[in-house]
């Protein structure tokens, strides 16, 4: 049987394998002239889709009840009827969670797996070396010698943000919940200094002394309490890109933190929200550089890889329990 | 007598007038060649000089205990040593709180009384219209027909950005402080909308209701629960311009709010901190503006006049307590 994972009800605060269903169909669903028939290869779990799973207003719609959730997925062209695709390409693109299905190709990007490998396309030359690349330029704007801090900075995104902030010769402190995280994110990712806020009682002075000159960019992937620490840091003219905002998405009440009015006024700094999707027309172009860069060794990447596509939900809760190193990928 | 005014003890929590001193020196001071010897006439008392009678850092460095406080001054050139000016010039620029005092000449601005009255530069053709006309430019990018949300609407900057908002196309909803104010709003300064945030319980369905479309651009003045309220009702790619932040700048605990982060991310939204002095390349242009909508009848000015220097402490606690309409200004 061919199975699909529908969102079963909208969790309320922390998610909960109960809020999934299996459901299962035909084997082979048959196709029409101009579809495709896919089968899954690679699915991605990431934060956003946290927010998707309420009904809240957002910048993308809400799933809906008891029908496939769908996330970044890279999947095999397994039947065709469409001249753009031919049996056995791979294709990355916003897909269903389900074991195989139909598309008309639509917004589906074919992948080359000599560059780099299948699930590649959902980290560093997909969504999250995009999101890295593109928040940190467009919003950061790093110019050589500032200081850059980064949350969740074992995290997919944080990781790549960190590595092309070294490559353009930023100082570097890198913000996470383990002491192990915290020495990858030195060792393996070229990190200047790691802060683990878990076993950090004074946030605000640790990094103050990682960044004695003040913080110029600092790329929020977590909100809460470990960003309230880094206003106190700011510089003038500092810039904070809001790429997500892990800690709150779970709240069920109105999250409060520091005002953040006065150090923005006080400091000329800018504070914007980062979604990579209304900068597509960059992507050709950051995509090229960060294919060059991982070519010549300059990005690492690390993937926590969960076997089995029943694992999807399971992997997605500990995704957003900081389970992951790196990119969360499950393989079907 | 020659008295000036110093800040006598950095205030904690709301300033009092024990907090300043006046202090007598000798009648006239004489001056050396390239000096001038001033007399003020109009002083401007602002929310910002509240930052600097703190020690705290900030974009412009703390006044000095026992020493005069400085603000924008429109003062006579009553004695010249100078070739650029010349007896009974008028100028403007950041001087002492001082009856006379002398002057290089350095960062003043030579003032024409036929085309404006000299207390208008420091209002609408000064400072105040700068900020105004800069801040929502530079940052809100207004587009005809979108909708505008100012906060301190009655205060010597709000009302000139609604007044500009109005000029340009754009729904314009100004909150303030007392009905007479709202009314002022509406009947003298052409606002759509006006809402008054003491008398109103739920703030954030009234600018629901003002705002049917939701808001593009929020004018923030004042910082606080009222902000929090219009972040409830912000559309994708809104603009905020962090202008000022009057309801903290008394606080002596660091101020919580309504988490912005999750607002911002889900709207690809900005909040930008926004001082005047760092547009001056855009002082020449934006002035020539601000003078032709005078000039045409486009732009209304209210002032609040205070007489006699010995005031201008209390004009000050006025002013940071909202009793003023308009710009709040000494007259000496």
């Known amino acids: 049987m061919n199975k699909s994972i529908n969102l079963k009800k909208r969790p309320v605060g922390t998610p909960t394998l109960s809020d999934f269903e299996f459901v299962e169909s035909d084997v082979n669903p048959s196709i029409s002239d101009g579809q495709l028939l896919l089968e899954a290869k690679y699915i991605s779990v990431d934060p956003y889709l946290r927010g998707r799973m309420s009904d809240a207003k957002s910048y993308v719609p809400p799933f809906k009840l008891d029908e496939p959730i769908s996330s970044g997925v890279v999947a095999e062209v397994i039947e065709t009827k469409n001249d753009k695709f031919k049996k056995g390409d791979f294709v990355s693109g916003l897909l269903q969670w389900k074991e195989k299905q139909i598309s008309t190709g639509e917004g589906l990007q074919k992948i080359d797996k000599s560059k780099a490998p299948l699930s590649a396309y959902l980290g560093i030359v997909g969504m999250t070396g995009l999101t890295a690349f593109l928040g940190l330029h467009e919003i950061g704007k790093p110019k050589k010698g500032e200081t850059l801090v980064v949350s969740g900075a074992a995290g997919a995104v944080g990781s790549v943000v960190g590595q092309i902030g070294k490559i353009l010769g930023l100082n570097v402190i890198g913000i996470a919940g383990t002491d192990e995280k915290i ?5 393996e990712f070229g990190f200047d200094h790691g802060i683990n806020y878990k076993t950090t009682k004074d946030m605000k002075a640790a990094i103050k002394e990682a960044a004695p000159n003040g913080v110029d960019i600092y790329f929020d992937n977590v909100g809460g309490p470990i960003s309230d620490a880094v206003l106190f840091n700011i510089n003038q003219f500092a810039r904070i890109i809001i790429c997500g905002a892990i800690s709150v998405y779970n ?17 000329s700094a800018l504070m914007q929200g980062f979604i990579v999707s209304n900068y597509a027309d960059k992507f050709p172009v950051a995509m090229k550089q960060l294919a060059t860069w991982l070519g010549e060794g300059k990005l690492k990447y690390k993937e926590t890889v969960v076997e089995g596509f029943e694992n999807t939900p399971q992997a997605f809760l500990d995704m957003m329990d900081g389970k992951n190193k ?5 393989k079907v």
Do not use: R
Not at 183 to 187: E, G, N, P
Not at 326 to 330: A, F, N, Y
């Open 183 to 187: 020495d990858m994110l030195k060792s």
């Open 251 to 267: 709240k069920t009440e109105i999250p409060m933190a520091v005002a953040v009015q006065p150090f923005l006024v006080k400091n």
């Open 326 to 330: 790196g990119k969360m990928i499950v």
